[in-house]
């Protein structure tokens, strides 16, 4: 069984400040990473996508990837209130798997 | 229309009706898919179609009934349901075997069994 594994949260940040959310996987062959955000109410939007080992930057998002360590994470840099929702974690292409997901606060 | 549009957004059915879920992507992909969410229970994969073949079934009951007649329309038919299949669900479509592309979401179906 292929699992991914979060943090549930819930975890809360000030504004202005980074938010750090961490995902496992188990499958050692997975070589496709996601990271969706998800408002309450609607689906979830990818936000980054992350293949090779190392950091990913876009804007104030970074990705990281450990695959020795099956290891993702998403840094959100500055984080502002709009950035409050559920960030899921998913692992893997034609079959992809979700985390339960990071529920975040950003506090004003 | 652009996205992908999933009718009916909110659906409440008793446990002896038989109804149907339908999902339209314009976004030109080649693969579809049906998620389960429920409450504080990680995104669970039903089905995947790839090309219009069944490429997965994940251990789904056959209450759920899915069925994908091209590559831009899929349907999941549902009879028979028990309360504890109320949950979203999410249809998604992307491009297969395509690594630089992503899963795109429609809004779902709010489904309540009574």
């Known amino acids: 069984q292929k699992e991914v594994e979060q943090n549930s949260g819930p975890l809360s940040v000030p504004e202005g400040a980074i938010a750090s959310l961490n995902c496992t996987y188990s499958?050692?062959?997975?070589?496709?990473f996601f990271w969706y955000r998800q408002y309450s109410g609607k689906s979830p939007e990818l936000i980054m996508s992350i293949y090779s080992n190392g950091d990913k930057e876009d804007g104030r998002f970074t990705a990281q990837l450990n695959k020795a360590s099956q290891y993702v994470s998403l840094l959100i840099r500055d984080s502002q209130p709009s950035d409050s929702a559920t960030y899921l974690c998913a692992v893997g292409l034609d079959d992809m798997r979700f985390g339960a997901g990071t529920r975040l606060t950003v506090k004003p | 229309e652009t996205g992908v549009t999933q009718t009916p957004r909110h659906l409440v059915m008793g446990m002896t009706n038989k109804k149907s879920l339908k999902c339209e992507q314009h976004l030109g992909h080649n693969a579809m898919y049906w998620y389960k969410q429920s409450a504080k229970k990680p995104l669970e994969l039903m089905f995947v179609?790839?090309?219009?073949?069944?490429?997965e079934n994940n251990s789904v009951p056959s209450r759920f009934s899915p069925e994908c007649p091209n590559s831009s329309h899929l349907f999941l038919h549902l009879h028979t349901l028990q309360p504890e299949d109320s949950a979203l669900y999410l249809c998604a479509s992307s491009q297969w075997h395509s690594q630089n592309t992503e899963a795109f979401f429609g809004q779902g179906t709010r489904l309540t069994v009574v």
């Open positions: 499958d050692r062959g997975s070589q496709s």
């Open positions: 179609y790839n090309f219009k073949e069944q490429t």
